[in-house]
């Protein structure tokens, strides 16, 4: 296990996906990311049906989403200006940013699989604020695809807004994919599956040793932890979340793929079954969940009826949750593509402002 320690620096606009460029580790599949205002991506079926259109259509309806929005739709754009909790601040304290590597061959849950892209070591990037007390337990934050850890996105904007009180004391663990991506790849067999393998995953192999590495201790009370990512990452957040809400109860996903990428004998329809029957057949659970999706996201000009539309998957995801007594909020966004880099930068500390709302950490 190799470990490797960097420091807070000022923030680069950017995609706020994966680890830092330069590294070896291969930490981010090559999600395309849409300009704002270009076409849908389509090849993923038919053309939309009229009851489809219809269904879309009610984004008309939505009202401007604002700072400090509550449950509901909202929509955004076509422009859009960064944050100001991405840059680093003078003054601001700041957190550590250490980093250590997994092997997948002492892995029991992903060892070497041999699908395709699977890489041979994942990079895991922790962050811990200054406000760190030692033997405190600590706000704990999972993102897939090691998610806000290039050039410190994450870290910076937790300097941020920690510091300022509106987020609580969190610790960032950001951990990168098993490689490839897509239908058949590592990526897709960790992130598409519609099981809590994921989330064990991580509870098993990779949060012991953030612990142990770093000192630090991770609160065990689900409504002090969340998951976050963009696309297959984001659903697997909230697979995360699903199977396991003894574990979290707080998601945040960005053109999250509530679709079917991963097909298997219990989910035909893949993770387009969430919001298809999973959902409204289950009991109610504890889950506080953000989404966004971009008016020109994957599949969007495509019929449902594949399992591939990604705008209106999400649309349903947002009503299935809130059917079932969740606090949700999505986010629709006008002129944006997939993980559109610019709807991130402009909404990313509002979003987690939500998703931690009356969080109140335990006390001994």
Not at 174 to 181: L, P, R, S, Y
Not at 278 to 299: F, M, Y
């Amino acid at each position: 296990m190799k470990f490797f320690r960097t420091t807070c620096g000022a923030a680069v606009l950017c995609l706020l996906l994966g680890a830092d460029s330069g590294s070896a580790q291969v930490a981010v599949p090559a999600v395309s990311v849409t300009p704002a205002n270009s076409p849908a991506v389509g090849g993923r079926g038919g053309p939309l049906s009229d009851a489809d259109k219809a269904e879309i259509a009610k984004v008309a309806d939505y009202p401007v989403w604002a700072p400090g929005a509550g449950d509901g739709n909202y929509f955004i754009g076509p422009t859009y200006t960064p944050a100001p909790e991405l840059t680093a601040k003078e003054g601001v304290p700041k957190g550590r940013v250490e980093s250590f590597t997994l092997n997948a061959a002492d892995s029991k849950f992903y060892p070497n699989t041999g699908l395709r892209g699977a890489l041979p070591t994942r990079k895991v990037t922790v962050y811990i604020p200054s406000q760190y007390v030692p033997g405190t337990p600590a706000a704990l934050m999972v993102s897939a695809d090691a998610f806000g850890a290039r050039n410190n996105q994450i870290p910076n904007i937790l300097d941020n807004m920690i510091a300022v009180h509106r987020l609580p004391v969190i610790i960032a663990v950001m951990v990168a994919n098993g490689g490839g991506d897509g239908p058949g790849s590592e990526r897709g067999l960790e992130y598409d599956t519609v099981s809590g393998k994921f989330a064990e995953f991580i509870e098993s192999e990779v949060l012991p040793q953030v612990e142990k590495n770093y000192g630090v201790t991770l609160t065990r009370d689900p409504d002090g932890r969340m998951t976050l990512a963009a696309s297959s990452g984001g659903v697997a957040s909230f697979t995360m979340a699903w199977f396991h809400p003894e574990l979290y109860h707080r998601v945040l996903t960005y053109s999250g793929t509530y679709v079917n990428q991963h097909p298997d004998a219990d989910h035909p329809h893949g993770a387009w079954e969430y919001h298809e029957h999973l959902i409204a057949e289950s009991p109610a659970k504890p889950l506080r969940v953000w989404l966004e999706v971009g008016q020109n996201d994957h599949g969007a000009v495509n019929a449902s009826a594949a399992f591939h539309n990604w705008l209106i998957a999400n649309m349903r995801m947002a009503d299935a949750v809130r059917a079932k007594g969740c606090h949700c909020q999505l986010i629709y966004a006008k002129g944006a593509g997939h993980t559109d880099h610019n709807v991130i930068a402009q909404t990313l500390p509002e979003a987690l402002e939500y998703v931690w709302k009356d969080y109140k950490p335990a006390t001994k």
